[in-house]
Nanobody, 115 residues
Framework: QVQLVESGGGLVQPGGSLRLSCAAS????????MSWYRQAPGKQRELVAR???????NYADSVKGRFTISRDNAKNAVSMQMNSLKSEDTAVYLC?????????WGQGTQVTVSS
């Protein structure tokens, strides 16, 4: 059974930083593309950042230069460092593991950016 467990969310002031982590189990982690998505109230789920099984990364334009995704295949974990946070970054952040046709989701962790 695949499990993706996110951690690291919380309340932070604008301009602050958070580091999200996702611990994966039940899958051959190194062969999956790993992504962070987010969903804000009333908005569609959107891709924030992805790191492929080969280590290539891509980011949503709104977070480029502020967020950095990384993976540790030895620990079956993916992380995302979020700096210079803005109020519009407030959302539930979800970890995703994909290797066609398999697609797995975590439960999400809340990030709230507010003064």
């Amino acid at each position: 059974q695949v499990q993706l467990v996110e951690s690291g969310g919380g309340l932070v002031q604008p301009g602050g930083s958070l580091r999200l982590s996702c611990a994966a189990s039940g899958l051959l982690f190194s062969t999956f593309d790993m992504s962070w998505y987010r969903q804000a109230p009333g908005k569609q789920r959107e891709l924030v950042a992805r790191i492929t099984s080969g280590g290539s990364t891509n980011y949503a334009d709104s977070v480029k230069g502020r967020f950095t995704i990384s993976r540790d295949n030895a620990k079956n974990a993916v992380s995302m460092q979020m700096n210079s946070l803005k109020s519009e970054d407030t959302a539930v952040y979800l970890c995703n593991a994909m290797r066609f046709p398999r697609n797995h989701w975590g439960q999400g962790t809340q990030v709230t950016v507010s003064s």
